[in-house]
């Protein structure tokens, strides 16, 4: 039914399919530009990521070298404190891996009720 509407929508105002594709090119123009720019958001972010563990491992490696041998207990409280470093660093991109994931849910909610909508309309 929808689609009847929409042939007689086009035959008003004089539209042809070549139009229709001229537009459908430039949404997936759109589209495909927003892709790679969340790719780009997404690579900085891992890289951010990836240089504070190597940062955080760097002083690791650095305080072991300069520092004798403690207790055992020293150096055991030490090693969690710098896995911890490591872990919130991880727990901080888990987290906004979530959050991208959380809205490409919504988006999939959202498409799902429209299609609901459509099929209830026909």
Same mark, same amino acid.
């Given at each position: ?13 004089? *539209? ?10 430039? &949404? ?6 927003? &892709? ?5 958001? /997404? =690579?900085?972010?891992?890289?951010? $990521? ?9 002083? $690791? =490696?650095?305080?072991?070298?300069? &520092? ?8 055991? /409280? ?12 991880? $727990?901080? !991109?888990?987290?906004?891996? *979530? ?10 909610? !959202? ?8 099929? &209830?309309?026909?």
């Amino acid at each position: 039914m929808n689609s009847i509407k929409l042939v007689k929508a086009d035959v008003q105002s004089d *539209n042809t399919a070549e139009d229709f594709s001229e537009k459908k090119k430039k &949404k997936n123009k759109r589209k495909n530009k927003k &892709k790679r720019k969340r790719k780009k958001k /997404r =690579k900085k972010i891992e890289i951010k $990521i990836e240089m504070k563990t190597e940062i955080i491992i760097d002083e $690791i =490696k650095k305080k072991k070298k300069k &520092k004798r041998k403690k207790k055992k207990s020293a150096a055991i /409280r030490e090693n969690s404190i710098e896995l911890l470093n490591i872990k919130d660093v991880e $727990i901080e !991109y888990l987290h906004h891996k *979530n959050a991208s994931l959380q809205e490409k849910l919504n988006h999939i909610q !959202y498409l799902l009720k429209m299609t609901v909508e459509f099929i &209830k309309d026909d």
